[in-house]
């Protein structure tokens, strides 16, 4: 009796089956998310130096030190901004090395802003000249755009059918004092992912209500990339590039801007 | 025997226990490797994409024959021209900016700011009198000029000022069109129909509350009549 106890196995649960197949499972998708995820980096990066542009650019044949090189930023910089300052759109200068953001009109600062604090992805730090210039050297304009705000804050008002029904609703419905989040994004024509941030230290509420969205955003991006990766695909990466300023500005700033934009910045 | 038999009979519990251990620990390691999951998609994936050893070193090629880049004083020089060029464009006289969003003005002269305050712009409302007409009250944004200058002007209530009151629009002379004194002292016309002019609601200055125009108070208005002429740029954002 003892002996029969002892040699026959006990059946292994089949839960353990199915935890060890999640696993390997969770497992597998991980490391074919990272890898593929790594090599969509590597492989924008050589996409960019692989254009035209870039090959043939002479300020990538010479071994170019960072003076020269920040230099050469500068031009490109400006020679974008007299270039957008030829159209009549009200455009959005981002200056990172000075942390200051300008919103032009026809070449005239309307409002300057001071940059709280940027991220911006190590992509940006790895351009060599020519890869710069391709990405920076030329305005870039803003294709799909997101945020927390309404573009034009529109209140529909149904006209009265006399005088009676005419109430005295002017102090009611202002709303520039109401507080909101300030949160957007633009996706630029060249790539980049603009993202703006405002910032309020005074407002908690607000806070969640940034990270929601750029949670929300961020899984989006996640389940798309996803995605393609099960399917072995390389997902589509986008450099980013994330600005804190404060939240007023970011609001007038956000509104003032037409909807697809106009963009230089300084790297 | 009696004692076998009772141990017997406690037996099925255990089983019983054990599975219920078992199914715990199955649901706490699939949540552990969940979470484990999501923090490898939401921070280290994201984390490994911005480090710098998965970029490849670059290397030079050699100079083709003919290609030269420019030094850092032609840099310079380049820069100096292109920075002239951007300060050029921005008016030497005087030119006003109109911040629709925060409803403040800056009056600038010589490229100083020389005064701002408080004004009022359009309060995006859209009032709808039937499925085709309605108008939205909104200032336009861009570069205008300072097409006319006019002393107590006197207001031509458009047709939206009759329907916002719910009484019946008139004809285009009717004297009930014509109202004095609610514009302010002065008024500048920016075109199409839009003013900067004074208000008597100087309580919502700050505030969007207006048709499109743009409200300022007393002096400021005044201010703003004498330093800009026909023809001065007026920016609004």
């Given at each position: 009796?003892?002996?029969?106890?002892?040699?026959?196995?006990?059946?292994?649960?089949f839960?353990?089956y199915?935890?060890v197949l999640?696993?390997?499972?969770?497992i597998v998708?991980?490391?074919?998310?990272?890898?593929?995820?790594?090599?969509?980096?590597r492989q924008?990066?050589?996409?960019?130096n692989e254009?035209v542009?870039?090959?043939l650019s002479?300020?990538?044949?010479q071994?170019?030190d960072s003076?020269w090189?920040?230099?050469?930023?500068e031009k490109a910089?400006l020679e974008?901004?007299?270039q957008?300052?030829?159209t009549?759109?009200?455009?959005?200068?981002?200056n990172?090395k000075d942390?200051?953001?300008q919103?032009?009109?026809?070449?005239v600062?309307?409002k300057?802003v001071?940059i709280i604090?940027?991220?911006?992805?190590?992509?940006?730090?790895q351009l060599n000249?020519?890869?710069?210039?391709?990405?920076?050297?030329?305005?870039?304009?803003?294709?799909?755009?997101?945020s927390?705000?309404v573009?034009a804050p529109?209140?529909?008002?149904?006209?009265p059918?006399d005088?009676?029904?005419v109430?005295t609703?002017?102090v009611a419905?202002?709303?520039s004092?109401k507080?909101?989040?300030v949160?957007?994004m633009?996706?630029?024509?060249?790539?980049?992912?603009f993202k703006?941030?405002g910032?309020?230290?005074?407002?908690?509420?607000n806070?969640?209500?940034?990270?929601?969205?750029?949670f929300w955003?961020?899984?989006?991006?996640i389940?798309?990339d996803l995605?393609?990766?099960v399917?072995?695909?390389?997902?589509?990466?986008q450099?980013e590039?994330?600005?804190?300023?404060?939240e007023?500005?970011a609001r007038a700033?956000?509104r003032a801007?037409?909807?697809?934009?106009?963009?230089c910045?300084?790297? | 025997?009696e004692e076998?038999t009772?141990s017997?009979k406690k037996d099925p519990?255990l089983?019983?226990?054990?599975?219920r251990?078992g199914?715990i620990?199955?649901?706490l390691?699939?949540a552990?490797?969940?979470l484990?999951?999501?923090w490898?998609?939401?921070v280290a994936?994201?984390?490994l994409?911005?480090?710098?050893?998965?970029?490849?070193?670059?290397?030079?090629?050699?100079?083709?024959?003919?290609q030269?880049i420019?030094?850092?004083?032609d840099?310079k020089?380049?820069i100096g021209r292109l920075q002239?060029?951007?300060?050029?464009?921005?008016?030497g006289?005087?030119?006003?900016i109109v911040n629709?969003?925060?409803n403040?003005?800056?009056l600038?002269?010589?490229k100083?700011l020389?005064?701002n305050g408080?004004?009022?712009?359009g309060?995006?409302?859209?009032?709808?009198?039937?499925?085709?007409k309605?108008?939205?009250?909104e200032?336009?944004?861009?570069?205008?000029?300072?097409?006319?200058?006019?002393?107590?002007?006197?207001?031509r209530?458009p047709?939206?000022?009759?329907?916002?009151?719910?009484?019946?629009?008139?004809s285009a002379?009717?004297?009930s069109r014509y109202?004095?004194g609610?514009l302010?002292?002065?008024?500048?016309?920016?075109?199409?129909?839009?003013?900067?002019?004074g208000?008597?609601?100087?309580?919502?200055?700050?505030?969007?509350?207006?048709?499109?125009?743009?409200r300022?108070?007393?002096?400021?208005?005044?201010?703003?009549?004498?330093?800009?002429p026909i023809?001065?740029?007026?920016f609004?954002?």
């Open positions: 009796m003892d002996l029969q106890e002892y040699t026959r196995r006990k059946p292994v649960p839960q353990n199915v935890l999640i696993l390997f499972g969770f998708i991980a490391l074919q998310y990272a890898v593929l995820s790594v090599l969509a980096v924008k990066m050589e996409a960019i254009q542009d870039v090959k002479a300020v990538n044949t071994p170019v003076a090189f920040e230099l050469y930023k910089w974008t901004r007299v957008i300052a030829r009549d759109s009200i455009s959005l200068s981002v990172l942390s200051v953001l919103l032009e009109l026809k070449g600062v309307l300057s001071k604090d940027f991220a911006a992805d190590a992509f940006f730090y000249p020519g890869a710069y210039h391709h990405l920076f050297g030329t305005q870039a304009q803003g294709g799909s755009n997101y927390t705000i573009k529109i209140t529909i008002k149904k006209a059918k005088t009676s029904e109430r609703e002017v419905k202002i709303d004092a507080v909101e989040a949160h957007w633009l996706t630029l024509d060249n790539g980049v992912l703006i941030e910032t309020d230290q005074y407002l908690k509420s806070w969640w209500v940034g990270r929601k969205f750029w955003q961020d899984l989006h991006k389940t798309q995605r393609q990766t399917q072995f695909e390389i997902p589509e990466y450099p590039i994330r600005v804190h300023i404060s007023a500005e700033i956000f801007l037409p909807v697809h934009p106009l963009i910045i300084r790297f | 025997m076998e009772g017997i519990g089983p019983a226990a054990k599975t251990k199914r620990a199955f649901w390691i699939l552990g490797a969940m484990l999951f999501a490898w998609m939401l994936v994201p984390w994409k911005n480090s710098n050893l998965i970029f490849a070193k670059e290397e030079k090629e050699e100079q083709p024959v003919g030269e420019a030094d850092l004083k840099l020089a380049d002239k060029k951007i300060d050029r464009m921005t008016p006289g005087v030119y006003l629709t969003s925060d403040t003005f800056f600038y002269k010589d100083k020389i005064r408080l004004c009022s712009t309060s995006y409302v859209k009032l709808e009198l039937n499925d085709e309605n108008w939205v009250f200032t336009p944004k861009g570069v205008f000029t300072i097409k006319g200058k006019i002393t107590s002007p006197v207001w209530k047709d939206w000022a009759f329907v916002e009151e719910g009484l019946p629009v008139p002379n009717d004297p109202e004095y609610v302010g002292d002065y008024a500048l016309s920016l075109g199409s129909g839009y003013l900067i002019h208000t008597l609601y100087k309580r919502f200055l700050g505030q969007p509350v207006t048709h499109g125009c743009i300022m108070n007393d002096e400021d208005l005044e201010a703003v009549y004498q330093t800009l023809g001065a740029k007026v609004i954002y």
